[in-house]
């Protein structure tokens, strides 16, 4: 295998961890701590928005320390620190404790976006396919959570789910820093940098200014409706899905499947967007959020399960598409710091959507979400339809 390869491989594993780990604990929460704590999934859910608030806002700075200091060295701390965090986690006793860890668990994940996708994009030409690779790694971790949290919460407590993966990071750090220390880094730096076109090419400034104001605009919608739907799907289906999911481990596993193959919507929407008008892709794609989100109101059963993996595609679908135009429009030299902005607007909605699930799910139940959802779709819809029809950064 090539050292880029096993680069690429390392890259993709570390997405693959980060959104892992950010979701341990939604699905310990939903099928275990609400019993063992006493408290209700409402008052039990909001101890992890400080997490998600450090998962957005501490990607500006792990984005300008990548740029200034080293990408590499920046990656091997997110290994060993979010395994570490994830370790003592697993002591805490009460709502207050795993709030601390789980937001030192989120001030490590900030690193991944802005450092580890500028690396997966540098040198490219054509984004679309490679971020789908990756992020399809990322959606498997976001999948894996629940199958795995929730087999290890029935066959050794809740703790374990902690500690397990959180070792296994370690590990995966000591090995990526003892890759990046041989090889010749510099001339691998040298031919990417040499590769990587300064972007955008004959894009005026008020265009660039539009484009960027729907991608920080469609970033803070996505990111509540992603957010929503990835950390809520476990206690959806412990509630619509009880005749056909009994235990911890079926709901892990159903929510598996609904994310694993929702997972794959990434490589059809890169391939899509590296071969098309990236406009039109993406307003497909609000508006199938749209129509699912209002269709899964009132469902329960196998209907729900069906319809629960339609609307799971169309949002795993949306990621790498600001991804990609971010990529084009960012030089290589400020592209970290690009992604970290467009992250820290992400993440930091992706945190109001948690006060905002326990909220609506407390007074109304998941069916006012889906509606919420549904109509925040249809406002991501109407803001893609302010980039220009036309160009190379919009159209091939």
Same mark, same amino acid.
């Given at each position: 295998?090539?050292?880029?390869?096993?680069r690429?491989?390392?890259l993709?594993?570390?997405?693959?961890?980060?959104?892992?780990?950010?979701?341990?604990?939604?699905?310990?929460?939903?099928?275990?701590?609400?019993t063992?704590?006493?408290?209700?999934y409402?008052?039990l859910?909001?101890?992890a928005?400080?997490?998600?608030v450090?998962?957005?806002?501490?990607?500006?700075?792990?984005?300008?320390?990548?740029?200034?200091?080293?990408?590499?060295g920046?990656?091997?701390i997110?290994?060993?620190?979010?395994?570490?965090?994830?370790?003592v986690?697993?002591f805490?006793s009460?709502?207050?404790?795993?709030?601390?860890?789980?937001?030192?668990i989120?001030?490590f994940?900030?690193?991944?976006h802005?450092?580890?996708?500028?690396?997966?994009v540098?040198?490219?030409?054509?984004m679309g396919?490679?971020?789908?690779i990756?992020g399809?790694?990322g959606?498997?971790?976001? #999948?894996? &959570?629940? /199958? =795995?949290? @929730?087999? !290890? +919460? %029935?066959?050794?407590g809740? $703790?374990?789910?902690?500690?397990?993966p959180?070792?296994?990071?370690i590990?995966?750090?000591?090995?990526y820093?003892?890759?990046?220390?041989?090889?010749?880094?510099?001339?691998?730096v040298e031919?990417?940098?040499a590769?990587?076109q300064?972007?955008?090419?004959?894009?005026?400034?008020?265009?660039?200014?539009?484009?960027?104001?729907?991608i920080?605009?469609?970033?803070a919608?996505?990111g509540?409706?992603?957010q929503?739907?990835?950390?809520?799907?476990?206690?959806?289906?412990?509630?619509r899905?009880?005749?056909?999911?009994g235990?911890?481990?079926?709901?892990?596993?159903y929510?598996?499947l609904?994310?694993a193959?929702? #997972?794959? &919507?990434? /490589? =059809?929407? @890169?391939? !899509? +967007? %590296?071969h098309?008008?990236? $406009?039109t892709?993406f307003?497909?794609?609000?508006?199938?959020?749209t129509l699912?989100?209002?269709?899964?109101?009132?469902?329960?059963?196998?209907?729900?399960?069906i319809?629960?993996?339609?609307?799971?595609?169309v949002?795993?679908?949306?990621?790498?598409?600001?991804d990609?135009?971010?990529?084009?429009m960012?030089?290589?030299?400020w592209?970290?710091?690009?992604y970290?902005i467009t992250?820290?607007?992400?993440?930091?909605?992706?945190?109001?959507?948690l006060?905002?699930?326990?909220?609506?799910?407390?007074s109304?139940?998941f069916d006012?979400l889906?509606?919420?959802l549904?109509?925040?779709?249809?406002?991501?819809?109407? #803001?893609?339809?302010? /980039?220009p029809?036309?160009?190379?950064?919009?159209?091939?």
């Open positions: 295998m090539q050292r880029s390869h096993l690429f491989l390392f993709n594993v570390g997405h693959f961890i980060t959104h892992f780990f950010v979701l341990i604990f939604a699905t310990v929460a939903a099928l275990r701590l609400t063992e704590w006493g408290m209700t409402a008052e859910i909001p101890y928005t400080p997490a998600f450090a998962f957005g806002l501490f990607a500006i700075p792990a984005g300008w320390l990548a740029d200034k200091w080293s990408r590499e920046m990656m091997a997110f290994f060993v620190g979010i395994g570490a965090s994830s370790v986690s697993s805490a009460s709502p207050l404790e795993i709030s601390f860890c789980l937001t030192l989120g001030l994940a900030a690193i991944y802005p450092v580890g996708l500028a690396m997966v540098q040198g490219r030409e054509k396919v490679p971020l789908a990756n399809i790694f959606n498997m971790g976001v #999948a894996s &959570a629940a /199958l =795995v949290t @929730g087999l !290890l +919460i %029935d066959s050794s809740w $703790r374990s789910a902690f500690v397990i959180g070792f296994t990071a590990v995966l750090g000591m090995l820093l003892a890759f990046e220390s041989t090889g010749d880094k510099q001339e691998w031919v990417a940098f590769n990587d300064v972007r955008p090419v004959g894009v005026s400034r008020n265009i660039l200014i539009r484009v960027f104001g729907v920080f605009f469609t970033t919608v996505g509540i409706i992603f929503s739907t990835t950390f809520s799907l476990p206690r959806v289906f412990d509630e899905l009880s005749d056909i999911a235990s911890a481990s079926l709901v892990g596993l929510t598996f609904v994310f193959v929702a #997972a794959f &919507a990434q /490589l =059809v929407v @890169g391939y !899509l +967007i %590296d098309g008008s990236i $406009r892709v307003a497909w794609v609000a508006i199938l959020q699912f989100f209002t269709v899964m109101i009132q469902l329960t059963g196998l209907p729900a399960l319809v629960a993996i339609a609307f799971m595609f949002v795993f679908g949306e990621i790498p598409i600001n990609v135009l971010v990529g084009r960012a030089s290589s030299e592209r970290s710091r690009a970290g992250y820290i607007i992400g993440f930091t909605m992706s945190a109001a959507a006060p905002m699930i326990a909220w609506i799910h407390g109304w139940g006012a889906f509606a919420v549904a109509i925040l779709a249809l406002v991501i819809f109407i #803001a893609v339809l302010f /980039l029809k036309n160009g190379r950064v919009f159209q091939i």
